[in-house]
T-cell receptor, first 117, second 109 residues
Framework: GAVVSQHPSWVICKSGTSVKIECRSL??????MFWYRQFPKQSLMLMAT?????????EQGVEKDKFLINHASLTLSTLTVTSAHPEDSSFYIC?????????????FGDGTRLSIL | GQNIDQPTEMTATEGAIVQINCTYQ??????LFWYQQHAGEAPTFLSY??LDGLEEKGRFSSFLSRSKGYSYLLLKELQMKDSASYLC??????????WGAGTKLIIKP
């Protein structure tokens, strides 16, 4: 149980393109989903917390107009990287928890490797 | 401030035992998680501790001391496939996970 699906797994596109990444919880409902970014050989960096039916909560330093998050249902959150540039190239990972209180682990999608040329 | 400390890298021999330590400082505490992350892949959940003591799960065990702000992950009978990064994460009073930078474990034959 607790499967999280993330799509696409790999994106290569030109600078200036907008890229949408989907995150789905397949066998549970997720009121809250999380979006992370990870650069090579570095730790996970939380970008934002996605809340179903309300606005996402962004971490300090993350541009909300550049990284658009929509949590349309209890099983789907999307991250859109708008007008992507080479410095946005990274590994983007989503996670979700069946409950966001103590004891419930976050389960991760397989991640999306984004390369901007 | 909130902080997680764990060693950057460790090396161990196949078949041996290794202990990866983690110390944490958080605003409130709602448990300690360990994740495994292979290179180029997303993290996978290993264990959760909220009470003091040792939780055993097959070859992997996790220990917590709340009074010391300390946890460790113990891996026994090491296999080559255990080569990965191991991430320690503490949950604070707002149920947010505070992540460590990860410990890269290298297993040698």
């Amino acid at each position: 149980g607790a499967v999280v699906s993330q799509h696409p797994s790999w994106v290569i596109c030109k600078s200036g393109t907008s890229v949408k990444i989907e995150c789905r919880s397949l066998d549970f409902q997720a009121t809250t989903m999380f979006w992370y970014r990870q650069f090579p050989k570095q730790s996970l960096m939380l970008m934002a917390t996605s809340n179903e039916g309300s606005k996402a909560t962004y971490e300090q330093g993350v541009e909300k107009d550049k990284f658009l998050i929509n949590h349309a249902s209890l099983t789907l959150s999307t991250l859109t990287v708008t007008s992507a540039h080479p410095e946005d190239s990274s590994f983007y990972i989503c996670s979700a928890s069946p409950g966001h209180r103590g004891g419930q682990p976050q389960h991760f999608g397989d991640g999306t490797r984004l390369s901007i040329l | 401030g909130q902080n997680i400390d764990q060693p950057t890298e460790m090396t161990a021999t196949e078949g041996a035992i290794v202990q990866i330590n983690c110390t944490y400082q958080t605003s409130g505490f709602n448990g300690l998680f360990w994740y495994q992350q292979h290179a180029g892949e997303a993290p996978t959940f290993l264990s959760y501790n909220v009470l003091d003591g040792l939780e055993e799960k097959g070859r992997f065990s996790s220990f917590l001391s709340r009074s010391k702000g300390y946890s460790y992950l113990l891996l026994k009978e090491l296999q080559m496939k255990d080569s990965a990064s191991y991430l320690c994460a503490a949950m604070d009073s707002n149920y947010q996970l505070i992540w460590g930078a990860g410990t890269k474990l290298i297993i040698k034959p």
